[in-house]
C-alpha cells in the first residue's frame, strides 16, 4: 500500500523522530545519511526520467518503461529499512516498517513486472509519480533530520503532500491490481493446483482480490494517523503564526 505510504514506513519512522530518544551511534548515522542520501537521488533520477521521456514523447502514455529499471532498484532498496528497524539502528516497528515496504515491493515485482499487460495502463504512472513525489520528499527529510538540520519546507511538505498523494496512489496501486485479475485468471500466474505432490494448493487471483479487499480497513486508519500526526507536528506552528 502506498504510503506517505505514503506507505508510513513514513509514519512509524518521523514519529520516532520527534521523540527524545537517544539516536544511533556515528557510524550507523554516516550510513544512514548515505543511504538516504542515494535514496534521494535515486527517485530523483526516477523523476527526471519520467520527465524527459514525457517530453520526449509528448505523451504520458507508457512512460513506465522509461524509467522500469531504476524503480525495481531503488524500490527494493527499500527493504533496507526493514534491516535498519531489526537491528536497531532506526527506532521503528519491524512488522509495521516490514508491511510498508514488501507491499510496494510486492506491487512492483508480483504486479507490474510479472503481469506485462498492465505495464501501459495509465494506473501505474498514478502510482508511480505519487510514489516518487513521496520517496523524495521523504529520503530528503530523513537525511536533514539526521544532519540536525531540517528545512521547515521539507518538514511541512512530508506531513502535507501525502493528504493527495496517498489516496493518489492508493487509487493507482488499487486500478493496477485489477488491471491484472484478467491476466492472472487465464494464464493461471502462480497458482497451484491439486494434485500434486505438497497436497497443497494456492489461487493468485483470489489473493489479489484478497488484497484488494484489505486496503478498505486499512487505508483509513493510516491515512488518519497521518493526519494526526500532522496536526501534532505541524499544528503548534500554524497555532503560533495565527496569534503573530
Same mark, same amino acid.
Given at each position: 500500500m502506498s504510503a506517505a505510504a505514503p506507505g508510513t514506513s513514513k509514519a512509524a519512522h518521523s514519529d520516532a523522530g520527534q521523540k527524545k530518544k537517544k539516536g544511533p551511534g556515528a557510524l550507523a548515522t554516516a550510513y544512514l545519511v548515505i543511504y538516504n542520501v542515494v535514496m534521494t537521488a535515486g527517485w530523483l533520477v526516477i523523476a527526471v526520467g519520467l520527465v524527459r521521456a514525457y517530453l520526449a514523447r509528448g505523451s504520458y502514455h507508457g512512460l513506465y518503461y522509461s524509467i522500469e529499471k531504476p524503480l525495481k532498484f531503488f524500490q527494493t532498496g527499500a527493504v533496507l529499512e526493514i534491516l535498519h528497524c531489526a537491528v536497531g539502528i532506526v527506532p521503528s516497528?519491524?512488522? #509495521?516498517?516490514?508491511?510498508?515496504?514488501?507491499?510496494?515491493v510486492f506491487l512492483t515485482w508480483a504486479v507490474t513486472h510479472s503481469v506485462r499487460e498492465v505495464q501501459s495502463e495509465d494506473s501505474v504512472l498514478l502510482f508511480v509519480t505519487a510514489w516518487t513525489i513521496t520517496e523524495i520528499i521523504r529520503y530528503s527529510f530523513y537525511t536533514f533530520s539526521l544532519l540536525n538540520h531540517l528545512p521547515y #519546507?521539507? @518538514?511541512? $511538505?512530508? +506531513?502535507?503532500?501525502?493528504?493527495?498523494?496517498?489516496?493518489?496512489?492508493?487509487?493507482?496501486?488499487?486500478?493496477?491490481? +485489477?488491471? $491484472? #485479475?484478467?491476466?492472472?485468471? @487465464?494464464?493461471?500466474? +502462480?497458482?497451484?493446483?491439486?494434485?500434486? @505432490?505438497?497436497?497443497?494448493?494456492?489461487?493468485? +487471483?483470489?489473493?489479489?482480490?484478497?488484497?484488494?479487499?484489505?486496503?478498505?480497513?486499512?487505508?483509513?486508519?493510516?491515512?488518519f494517523h497521518m493526519i494526526r500526526q500532522r496536526k501534532k507536528v505541524l499544528g503548534h506552528v500554524e497555532d503560533y503564526s495565527k496569534v503573530e
Open positions: 516497528s519491524v512488522v #509495521l516498517t516490514g508491511f510498508q515496504v514488501m507491499s510496494r #519546507l521539507i @518538514k511541512w $511538505a512530508r +506531513y502535507t503532500f501525502f493528504i493527495v498523494l496517498y489516496p493518489m496512489g492508493v487509487t493507482g496501486e488499487l486500478l493496477t491490481i +485489477y488491471a $491484472a #485479475l484478467p491476466y492472472v485468471q @487465464k494464464t493461471g500466474l +502462480y497458482s497451484v493446483t491439486l494434485p500434486n @505432490k505438497y497436497n497443497f494448493s494456492f489461487d493468485y +487471483y483470489t489473493f489479489l482480490i484478497l488484497t484488494m479487499i484489505s486496503y478498505i480497513p486499512l487505508f483509513p486508519q493510516l491515512y
